[in-house]
């Protein structure tokens, strides 16, 4: 569910968004937090391509967004939001509220093989 903020550092929002965490995120972030998974970190709330972005492993390049129930009417923003966080050089996996509540060892497995996997860096860079 991370944000698009305008200008600016994003840290107020960040923390804000961290503080007040959905069930699902602070669910996920308990697997995630100090490397647990697999030895790799990730950070939530991270800022790439002008969007606040969930969960993020720089190392493995990859983006975890956790969506509810309101992105079911927002698809397009999201397609949008995941092309230019791709852009970026980021891959982005989404899992729904629900998935992460009732079956977090898949969500874990299939971030697990995300992380192992990272796709190959984008040729494209931000602008063109």
């Not at 790799?40 to 790439?48: D, V, Y």
């Not at 092309?83 to 969500?107: M, S």
Request: a positive charge; glycine letters at 6%; hydrophobic letters at 35%.
């Amino acid at each position: 569910m991370g944000s698009r903020f305008r200008l600016g550092r994003p840290t107020a929002l960040a923390q804000s968004l961290r503080t007040d965490a959905t069930v699902s995120e602070q669910l996920l972030w308990r697997h995630l937090r100090r490397s647990q998974l697999g030895a790799f970190k990730f950070s939530r709330q991270l800022p790439i391509a002008g969007y606040l972005c969930d969960f993020v492993c720089r190392s493995a390049r990859l983006v975890v967004e956790i969506d509810g129930g309101q992105h079911a009417m927002q698809a397009e923003q999201d397609r949008t939001r995941t092309e230019r966080i791709e852009r970026a050089g980021y891959h982005v996996i989404r899992f729904w509220n629900n998935e992460v509540q009732d079956n977090i060892e898949n969500v874990l497995l299939r971030i697990l093989d995300s992380c192992a996997h990272p796709p190959a860096p984008s040729r494209q860079r931000e602008g063109e």
